[in-house]
């Protein structure tokens, strides 16, 4: 027989432990299987999440009536009187700086022009300048509100490289520190994130200000 039994963790949730029970024996097996994250807050996410890789750029009747794009991106562009709200930092005519809602490190940026696209060479060239000037923009905030020890910035283009949102290109700018990878990483597969959203969300709008 199969038991499991539960374990609070954190903001995430209760983790399960399960194992074989002998009923003739009373003791209980070795462990079976991971034990599980619970994570509910990743669902709208998830479910946002189109299978359609191709540019969805020009609003249409999700937008009309208020359903998702299948680009979390081009909805928080479709909405700029939300920006508190989505976390978005700073926008252009072109695109927009805002903080990944499911950071790698704390101070974990995303950079996308409003044009959705999937890959890079698909942007005109002036498109791919205002893109790389926004990260410009972004690279100079973390490293003045954050005076982190480095940077990761990079893309993931299509979803064998790992892009969550593959109907829309955008940059990674990600903070880093010496030790921000430790232990619980890769012995628990769980990643520590100390600073909330919205307290890094003030302290890029305060570097902005500045």
Not at 34 to 57: T, V
Not at 142 to 169: F, T
């Amino acid at each position: 027989m199969r038991v499991c039994h539960g374990e609070w963790i954190g903001r995430f949730g209760p983790t399960l432990h399960c194992g074989m029970s002998d009923n003739h024996s009373g003791h209980e097996g070795v462990g079976f299987g991971p034990s599980a994250i619970w994570a509910p807050w990743r669902l709208a996410y998830i479910e946002s999440l189109s299978g359609d890789e191709g540019p969805k750029s020009a609003p249409g009747k999700h937008e009309q009536a208020g359903e998702s794009s299948g680009s979390f991106l081009l909805d928080y562009w479709n909405a700029p009187e939300l920006d508190a709200c989505h976390h978005v930092i700073e926008r252009t005519d072109a695109g927009m700086i805002l903080l990944n809602k499911y950071p790698y490190s704390n101070g974990h940026l995303l950079v996308a022009l409003g044009d959705a696209r999937p890959t890079l060479l698909d942007y005109q060239p002036e498109q791919r300048a205002a893109l790389w000037e926004l990260v410009d923009r972004a690279t100079a905030l973390a490293q003045l509100a954050l005076e982190p020890q480095g940077l990761n910035i990079g893309i993931n283009q299509g979803r064998a490289a790992g892009a969550g949102v593959p109907s829309h290109l955008h940059v990674h700018v990600i903070p880093r520190w010496s030790g921000d990878t430790n232990f619980i990483s890769s012995v628990g597969g769980v990643r520590v994130i100390p600073s909330a959203l919205e307290a890094m969300y003030e302290r890029y709008t305060r570097a902005i200000d500045a």
